[in-house]
């Protein structure tokens, strides 16, 4: 399955400050003033299911782009995260995975559901930027660069099947209680949206809002984030967790839904209808990635 690819452009320069709790992290952009990224999730697999033949094309595209990082909407490590920071899944299914020259850029990562069934910690562990120095991720937090603000919301909590069906285990250190800890998540990223100037607003988490796959819609996110999107004119929400690649446009607002959770073990066949109109784009393959690198251009 072939990364979300977006390049955003200059529009203009201005500097300014964001007051949120959320902590921020600068991205330069070129000297040409321009940004691109890869935008990758559901990964973690040791190379298997296309993963290592999704990184090799990343890593084409990724020349061609000239990327200047790549995201990680959550689910790095299958199938039940890390065991730990030692645990040797790090190097097996990143390190070793995305090691193209084009790669070797700042990877800035959030948590899915499948991280949360290990050590969750282990991935937000320091320790971990220094066996691999691209390696940045966070429950959540902010990437800004100066055209774009990114913010990195951690979904999962809002789940509310994750903390009533006893199928599997999850760690929720540092969530609990759980109320506060999403009341306040709420609150910084309203805050951190209402503080920012940047021309293109984006939010990352890994749970769908909308979605035509597998897991479908979550209503939570549609009930408690949203709003708040809406409210601060956020372009685009980006995502995984369902294996594939998707771009709908809702019908009642501006809000583009983004998702990119195929970059291994691509579904086929489990879709849901979705109104026409609004599906702008899907995509579930598992042909070669070549193919999809010809049928991107
Ligand atoms: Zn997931």
């Known amino acids: 399955m072939l990364p979300l690819i977006f390049a955003a452009f200059i529009i203009c320069f201005c500097s300014f400050s964001s007051l949120a709790e959320l902590q921020s992290f600068q991205q330069p952009l070129k000297s040409d003033g321009s940004l691109s990224f890869l935008v990758i999730g559901d990964w973690g697999r040791r190379g298997l299911y296309n993963q290592s033949e ?5 890593g084409v595209i990724g020349e061609e782009l000239d990327i200047d990082f790549v995201i990680s909407t959550g689910d790095n490590f299958y199938e039940d995260g890390l065991t730990g920071i030692d645990d040797p899944n790090f190097y097996e299914s990143f390190t070793n995975i995305y090691t193209a020259p084009s790669l070797q850029k700042q990877w800035y990562s959030v948590l899915g559901n499948h991280d949360y069934r290990g050590d969750v ?10 066996k691999d120095s691209r390696w940045l991720c966070m429950r959540s937090f902010i990437v800004n660069a100066e055209i774009v603000e990114i913010f990195f919301v951690d979904t999962s909590p809002f789940v509310n099947d994750y903390f009533t069906n006893p199928e599997h285990n999850y760690d929720w250190k540092g969530i609990s209680p759980r109320e506060t800890y ?25 749970h769908a809002i909308l979605s035509a796959g597998h897991h479908g819609i979550t209503v939570e996110l549609l009930q408690q984030l949203v709003p708040i999107l ?68």
């Open 54 to 58: 999704v990184a090799l094309q990343m």
């Open 121 to 130: 910690e282990a991935q937000l562990n320091p320790i971990l930027t220094q």
């Open 182 to 206: 999403l009341a306040n998540l709420l609150k910084d990223v309203d805050a951190a949206l209402s503080s920012s100037t940047a021309k293109w607003k984006l939010l990352v988490g890994h």
């Open 230 to 297: 809406q409210e601060h004119n956020v372009d685009a929400y980006i995502n995984g967790h369902d294996h594939c690649i998707q771009h709908i446009s809702s019908s009642h607002s501006l809000l583009q839904f983004l998702m990119s959770g195929g970059s291994s073990k691509a579904w086929t066949g489990d879709v849901d209808w979705w109104n026409p109109k609004e599906m702008q784009f899907f995509m579930m393959v598992k042909v070669s990635c070549l193919w999809r690198l010809h049928k991107l251009k």
